[in-house]
T-cell receptor, first 110, second 114 residues
Framework: DAKTTQPPSMDCAEGRAANLPCNHS???????VYWYRQIHSQGPQYIIH???NNETNEMASLIITEDRKSSTLILPHATLRDTAVYYC???????????FGQGTRLTINP | DTAVSQTPKYLVTQMGNDKSIKCEQN?????MYWYKQDSKKFLKIMFS???????INETVPNRFSPKSPDKAHLNLHINSLELGDSAVYFC?????????????FGSGTRLTVV
């Protein structure tokens, strides 16, 4: 699976959009981008995934650049409950496991 | 109704003891996993079972023995516990091993070996 690079930490004001970047410059054509988050003392939670098109669900939006070398997870109106570690994971189709990196610690400030 | 449930939530035990952690999922998934999160918060896969069969064993010491009596359950037994086994252990499940859908994780078991 391709390696991902995320900033170790970010801050965002409550009510604002939180934009979390992820670089995956070595991604190959059959690798998907996944986002998970882990709120303190809880298990990781699936957020969203995509291949090349932008995706949106009730939790977030995923914007993947046209060359697929980077992506951004957008939480449109961040709340205090969105404070968590966010993991960007690249996973090849058919892979039998999910490999976590260090993630970005996002803190939402009141 | 919890999708992936683990018991116990906390476990404190002495070095050398043997302990088990249980996991159950009610999602009808075929595949279950054990992950370990150490003190540095790094999440690492340990085992994966698909329909009761072991498909991933990530170079975990033999003291760790997973058991899957049916596809809804995956238990983790640890023999001769060591201080370094202290961590949070997460169980997870997915539709199948290579499912494009997300994994569902349990809330974790915090194991402390003293």
């Amino acid at each position: 699976d391709a390696k991902t690079t995320q900033p170790p930490s970010m801050d965002c004001a409550e009510g604002r959009a939180a934009n979390l970047p992820c670089n995956h410059s070595t991604i190959s054509g059959n690798e998907y981008v996944y986002w998970y988050r882990q709120i303190h003392s809880q298990g990781p939670q699936y957020i969203i995934h995509g291949l090349k098109n932008n995706e949106t669900n009730e939790m977030a939006s995923l914007i993947i650049t046209e060359d697929r070398k980077s992506s951004t997870l957008i939480l449109p109106h961040a709340t205090l409950r969105d404070t968590a570690v966010y993991y960007c994971i690249v996973r090849v189709a058919g892979a039998q496991k999910l490999v976590f990196g260090q993630g970005t610690r996002l803190t939402i400030n009141p | 109704d919890t999708a992936v449930s683990q018991t116990p939530k906390y476990l404190v035990t002495q070095m050398g003891n043997d302990k088990s952690i249980k996991c159950e999922q009610n999602l009808g998934h075929d595949t279950m996993y054990w992950y370990k999160q150490d003190s540095k918060k790094f999440l690492k896969i340990m085992f994966s079972y698909n329909n009761k069969e072991l498909i991933i064993n990530e170079t975990v010491p033999n003291r760790f023995s997973p058991k899957s009596p049916d596809k809804a359950h995956l238990n983790l037994h640890i023999n001769s516990l060591e201080l370094g086994d202290s961590a949070v252990y997460f169980c997870a499940s997915s539709q199948d091993p290579s499912s494009l859908g997300g994994y569902t994780f349990g809330s974790g078991t915090r194991l402390t070996v003293v």
